[in-house]
Every structure is written in C-alpha cells, then in structure tokens.
C-alpha cells in the first residue's frame, strides 16, 4: 500500500542534532513536505522538498532522495521548544490535490 | 494575514444534535480542506474544496456535510453523530496550484460526541 513511515519517538538533549527520517512506499512520488505539531496546537509547515537534495531553513534543513524513497529532517541546536511531534507528508496520488501524512515521530528534547 | 481560523475551540454535543464548524481566511487561497485528528496520529483528510468547489471527498460518512459558501470560508455540518467521532477537527488552506505541499492550518475544533 502507499504510506510513509517515521519513527514513533526520538529523544536528545538541548544543543544536540537529531534527524527525523521517513520512507515512503508509492508508485509515484513528486515531492514531501514537513510540519511541527505543538500538543494541542495545529500543524505548522517547515518546508518541502520538490527535487532530491538539502533545504535548509535556519536551524532546520530538510533532504530528498526519491531514488531511495526516503527523506529526513535535519534539527540542529535543538531548544526545548523543538518539543513536538513531526510529521512527513507527500502526494502520494500524484494529483497535486491532496497530503498524505506519516505517522508522525514524537520529539523529546531534555536539558 | 496568514492566518485560518476556526470556531468554535470546543464542541461538546449529543448524538442526536446538529452543529457546525466554521473556518476562514483571508489569504486568498483558492484550495481549502478539513482533517480530522485523533490523539497520537497524524490528520486524516475528509474534504478538499478547490475554488468553492468539492474536489476530494475520502469517503466520510454522511453525517458530516461540508459546504463552501464562498472563497474564504469553509463549514462543515455535523449530523448524529458517534462518539468515536470525537476528535480534533482541522482546516487548512493553500494556494492552486500546485500550493498543496505548504498547508496553513488553523487551530482546530475539539469535538466531543456524548
């Protein structure tokens, strides 16, 4: 079936780099984007890879490999308001209509 | 303006009432869609509407009924019901086309059915 999948949970500690990764399973793919997730707060776009390589957005960098199905977002210096669950999402229909989401990774950072 | 919003925060109603949900904004997106949420999992997609128009719907059951009047607001009727239909309500907006990978949401309705 067509789906992305990510970690449940990853944890660091506050100045650490953590990276959040996600495979995908589809017959066509044309890009994937990522959002943060506060508890009880709405999605927030972080960015969207259309073609393979690095985004990078301040302390945030994002990476495509469509030739690998998989994809990965990159925190650095992380601050405890990075707290949150993250999530992956493509087009995995490939009528630039609709996201499918992962199943999101839920990130500690402790002090 | 980037910002969706949505009313109202909190909803609590029996299974035989009838209510609904209101979203705006203002940004001029033209691609507007409701999720739903469950604790611990990702949004699920009900509807998209493309220029006032459904575009997507993903098989919901129809007790719930969406409706575009206009290109800034989005509702969605609820109708009898379940109690596992209890969960966080999102909008969201983008632009056409193409505008689909950078979602605005707003901060959700948290339904209750009892």
């Known amino acids: 079936g067509q789906s992305l999948e990510q970690p449940s949970e990853v944890t660091a500690v506050e100045g650490a780099i953590v990276q959040i990764n996600c495979t995908y399973q589809?017959?066509?793919?044309?890009?994937l984007s990522w959002y943060q997730q506060h508890d009880g707060g709405a999605p927030t776009f972080l960015s969207y890879?259309?073609?393979?390589g690095l985004e990078e957005t301040g302390r945030f960098s994002s990476f495509l490999s469509r030739s690998d199905s998989y994809g990965y977002l990159l925190l650095q210096e992380l601050q405890m308001k990075d707290s949150a669950s993250y999530f992956c999402?493509?087009?995995?229909?490939?009528?630039?209509?609709?996201?499918?989401f992962g199943s999101g990774t839920q990130l500690t950072v402790l002090p | 303006d980037t910002e969706v919003t949505q009313t109202p925060k909190h909803l609590v109603m029996g299974m035989t009432n009838k209510k609904s949900l209101k979203c705006e904004q203002h940004m001029g997106h033209r691609a507007m869609y409701w999720y739903k949420q469950k604790a611990k999992k990702p949004p699920e997609l009900m509807f998209v509407?493309?220029?006032?128009?459904?575009?997507i719907n993903e098989s919901v059951p129809s007790r719930f009924s969406p409706e575009c009047p206009n290109s800034s607001l989005l509702n969605l009727h609820l109708h009898a019901l379940q109690p596992e239909d209890s969960a966080l309500y999102l909008c969201?907006?983008?632009?056409?086309?193409?505008?689909?990978?950078?979602?605005?949401f707003g901060p959700g309705t948290r339904l209750t059915v009892t």
């Open positions: 589809t017959s066509g793919f044309y890009g």
């Open positions: 890879n259309a073609l393979d």
């Open positions: 509407y493309s220029y006032e128009k459904l575009s």
């Open positions: 999402a493509g087009d995995l229909s490939g009528s630039a209509r609709q996201l499918t």
């Open positions: 969201a907006s983008s632009q056409v086309p193409a505008g689909v990978y950078e979602q605005y």
